[in-house]
T-cell receptor, first 114, second 115 residues
Framework: GAGVSQSPRYKVAKRGQDVALRCDPI?????LFWYQQALGQGPEFLTY????????KSGLPSDRFFAERPEGSVSTLKIQRTQQEDSAVYLC????????????FGPGTRLTVT | DQQVKQNSPSLSVQEGRISILNCDYT??????FLWYKKYPAEGPTFLIS?????DKNEDGRFTVFLNKSAKHLSLHIVPSQPGDSAVYFC??????????????FGKGTHLIIQP
């Protein structure tokens, strides 16, 4: 079956612009996660959804970051008033749900803020 | 403070030999550990995992060993093949339990398989 897909794959934004990054999880996966990966680092957790409920947003770096999953499937990560330090790869992962630890990742969106 | 540490940024191994990648963690609440493999411009791909109640898990050429008392795990790949050249990430889960939390990753080890 299809894996996790993300769009766009690459995004260039001018500082101060708003961006929206989309994630389509594996069909039937209850849990969805967003991560931020800076160059030379491992992915860092941003936020977690179980169905449409955002159960953990402790990793979001500022109130400029906002995520939603209104129908429990597709998710959007929005970054308002982008800053240069937001430049990173944003990864989305999904998993079957509670009791399932394995997360399956999409290819990521590389965001460059100029 | 890094809770998952991969102290070797890179490792070079001859084709056909054993590759051993190491990982240390500090949080005793972690109860599940995973290894991911990543090629450039792709997302991490799940490789193998181990629960904290086990000390070994094997899947084909890949074996993960867990030493809870030392808070250390390792991934063994034998025999190593050219397609194994990639960045390997160690990850841990368990602050909330049951897979209901984000994974904590190390910085990765770049494995290079020499022909």
């Amino acid at each position: 079956g299809a894996g996790v897909s993300q769009s766009p794959r690459y995004k260039v934004a001018k500082r101060g612009q708003d961006v929206a990054l989309r994630c389509d999880p594996i069909s039937g996966h209850v849990s969805l996660f967003w991560y931020q990966q800076a160059l030379g680092q491992g992915p860092e957790f941003l936020t977690y959804f179980q169905n449409e409920a955002q159960l953990d947003k402790s990793g979001l770096p500022s109130d400029r970051f906002f995520a939603e999953r209104p129908e429990g499937s597709v998710s959007t990560l929005k970054i308002q008033r982008t800053q240069q330090e937001d430049s990173a790869v944003y990864l989305c992962a999904s998993s079957l749900g509670l009791g399932s630890y394995e997360q399956y990742f999409g290819p990521g969106t590389r965001l460059t803020v100029t | 403070d890094q809770q998952v540490k991969q102290n070797s940024p890179s490792l070079s191994v001859q084709e056909g030999r054993i590759s051993i990648l190491n990982c240390d963690y500090t949080n005793s609440m972690f109860d599940y550990f995973l290894w991911y493999k990543k090629y450039p411009a792709e997302g991490p791909t799940f490789l193998i995992s181990i629960s904290s109640i086990k000390d070994k898990n094997e899947d084909g050429r890949f074996t993960v060993f867990l030493n809870k008392s030392a808070k250390h795990l390792s991934l063994h790949i034998v025999p190593s093949q050219p397609g194994d050249s990639a960045v390997y990430f160690c990850a841990a889960s368990g602050d909330s339990g049951g897979g209901a939390d984000g994974l904590t990753f190390g910085k990765g080890t770049h494995l290079i398989i020499q022909p």
